[in-house]
C-alpha cells in the first residue's frame, strides 16, 4: 500500500527551527520526485520545496530560499524539510507528496503533478 507519512511539525517561535520528516513506503518508495507542499487556514496549497529523487535536483518557492533545504535518505525512503528563521506567515499544515515521472507538464511545485500525498503535519510560528 503506497503510503506517505510525516512527522516533525510542532509550535516554535520566529526565528526558531524545525526539521520535517516524510517516510515513504509500497509504490511511493520508487517515486521519481518528492515534494513539501503547504497551506494556511482560508489558502491554497502551496508548493515549498521539491527533489528529485536520488539526486541534488531541487526547487524552491522564493518565499523560503535561503530558510528551507529540502533533502532525502534514499536508503530510508524518506525525504526532509529543514526550515530554519521561521516567520509567522510559515504557519500552515505541510504536505509531503510523491510524483513518478509523469505529468511533466506541471512544474515540480504544481500539485497537480502529485499522486500520492500524506495526511500532513501542523506547523505554527508565532510571533
Known amino acids: 500500500q503506497a503510503q506517505l507519512v510525516e512527522s516533525g511539525g510542532g509550535s516554535v517561535q520566529a526565528g526558531g527551527s524545525l526539521r520535517l520528516s516524510c517516510a515513504a513506503s509500497g509504490y511511493t518508495a520508487s517515486s521519481v520526485y518528492m515534494a513539501w507542499f503547504r497551506q494556511a487556514p482560508g489558502k491554497e496549497r502551496e508548493g515549498v520545496a521539491a527533489?528529485?529523487?536520488?539526486?541534488?535536483?531541487?526547487d524552491y518557492t522564493d518565499s523560503v530560499k535561503g530558510r528551507v533545504t529540502i533533502s532525502q535518505d534514499t536508503a530510508k525512503n524518506e525525504v526532509y524539510l529543514q526550515m530554519n528563521s521561521l516567520k509567522p506567515e510559515d504557519t500552515a499544515m505541510y504536505y509531503c507528496?510523491?510524483?513518478?515521472?509523469?505529468?511533466?507538464?506541471?512544474?515540480?511545485?504544481?500539485?497537480?503533478?502529485?499522486?500520492?500525498w500524506g495526511q500532513g503535519t501542523q506547523v505554527t510560528v508565532s510571533s
Open positions: 527533489i528529485r529523487t536520488g539526486s541534488i535536483s531541487t
Open positions: 507528496a510523491a510524483a513518478s515521472a509523469g505529468r511533466a507538464y506541471y512544474t515540480l511545485l504544481d500539485s497537480r503533478r502529485y499522486i500520492y
